[in-house]
């Protein structure tokens, strides 16, 4: 069974710092994507990473995919309380997306 | 086409019940996939299909769990004699390309088993 285990599971933080998250996996996939999840909302997709030590800039999130890639990173700059949500590794497995345990950042004002 | 929906958003039934969530696509995707995903946890892969053949099916799907996608366009997911344990949020995404291609959520159908 192919796990994504990210960490860390909870992240609370004010507004203005910056933050890591994780994303690991013993697996090799072919390419890995990062969605946000808001409450009540379906996941929604923010980046695809497909090539080993690809960095990948969305304004002030950056993301990395591992050159085995078999893990990946999402860092924020001066997050703000609208980064506030749920943040979920997906890693490509034959022609499905298996998820990462998630990780809940909640950014206070 | 305002993307993919999926209803009744929530559901509440009795240990034992049976329901039904429906899923309708964006018209022009031929992937649709089911997730189930409990609270603050990452979705969970039930099953696909590719146009109106379904794929793949994931060893969490017990015998009381059947989808469909008859026409190739909207896909149903049932549940049989319900339980506890299938309390949780079930969702549905689309997709245009197969492996890394991006999907597109619905909303979910959130399913409370009493």
């Known amino acids: 069974t192919q796990l994504l285990e990210q960490s860390p599971q909870f992240l609370s933080i004010q507004e203005g710092e910056n933050l890591t998250v994780y994303c690991n996996s013993s697996s090799v996939f072919s390419s890995l994507q990062w969605y946000r999840q808001e409450p009540g909302e379906g996941p929604v997709l923010l980046v695809t990473?497909?090539?080993?030590?690809e960095v990948k800039k969305l304004k002030r999130l950056t993301f990395q995919f591992g050159d085995a890639r078999k893990d990946s990173s999402l860092h924020i700059t001066a997050a703000q309380p609208g980064d506030t949500g749920l943040y979920l590794c997906?890693?490509?497995?034959?022609?499905?997306?298996?998820f990462g345990t998630g990780t809940r950042l909640q950014v206070f004002p | 086409d305002t993307g993919v929906s999926q209803n009744p958003r929530h559901k509440i039934t009795k240990r034992g019940q049976n329901v039904t969530f429906r899923c309708d696509p964006i018209?022009?995707?031929?992937?649709l996939y089911w997730y189930r995903q409990t609270l603050g946890q990452g979705p969970e892969f039930l099953t696909y299909?590719?146009?109106?053949?379904?794929?793949?099916k994931s060893r969490l799907l017990s015998d009381r769990f059947s989808a469909e996608r008859p026409k190739g366009s909207f896909s149903t997911l049932e549940i049989q004699r319900t339980e506890q344990g299938d309390s949780a949020m079930y969702l549905c995404?689309?997709?245009?390309f197969g492996l890394g291609g991006e999907l597109f959520f619905g909303e979910g159908s959130r399913l409370t088993v009493l």
């Open positions: 997906a890693g490509a497995n034959t022609d499905k997306l298996i």
């Open positions: 995404a689309s997709s245009l």
């Open positions: 018209s022009e995707h031929n992937r």
């Open positions: 299909f590719q146009n109106e053949a379904q794929l793949e």
């Open positions: 990473v497909v090539t080993g030590g």
